[in-house]
């Protein structure tokens, strides 16, 4: 059964950071784009980032710019959200996805996807609560 199993959340204080992991199992997804999104209570879920295959290409949602950085290791299956100068406003349950449909889409083809409807496999989250 394939799996993705996030991991890395916690309790932090504004300013710092955290990295959070998504690791494969039951499948290999080295050849799926992936994303990550996030939910905090009463709202929608949210766009965080998502990378191609290869790691070539990344996109982020404008609130995450310039503070979070997704990569991936192709070799440990896992890809990764790292976070820094975290905010209050960062508070949510953090899902990692991964996208069937680009699988090996080069950079210059790759198409980022910002909805959840567009992503075919999901973990079950990891909270992430920043204090102020």
Request: charged share 30%; hydrophobic share 25%.
């Given at each position: 059964q394939e799996q993705l199993v996030e991991s890395g959340g916690g309790l932090v204080q504004a300013g710092a950071s955290l990295r959070l992991s998504c690791a494969a199992s039951g499948r290999t997804f080295i050849s799926y784009p992936m994303g990550w999104f996030r939910q905090?209570?009463?709202?929608?879920?949210?766009?965080?980032?998502?990378?191609?295959?290869?790691?070539?290409?990344?996109?982020?949602?404008?609130?995450?710019?310039g503070r979070f950085t997704i990569s991936r290791d192709n070799s440990k299956n896992t890809v990764y959200l790292q976070m820094d100068s975290l905010k209050p406003?960062?508070?949510?349950?953090?899902?990692?996805?991964?996208?069937?449909?680009?699988?090996?889409?080069?950079?210059?083809?790759?198409?980022?996807?910002?909805?959840?409807?567009e992503y075919d496999y999901w973990g079950q989250g990891t909270q992430v609560t920043v204090s102020s």
């Open positions: 905090a209570p009463e709202k929608e879920r949210e766009f965080v980032a998502s990378i191609n295959w290869n790691g070539g290409r990344t996109h982020y949602g404008d609130s995450v710019k406003e960062d508070t949510a349950v953090y899902y990692c996805a991964a996208e069937r449909a680009q699988q090996y889409i080069s950079s210059a083809y790759y198409v980022p996807k910002k909805r959840e409807s």
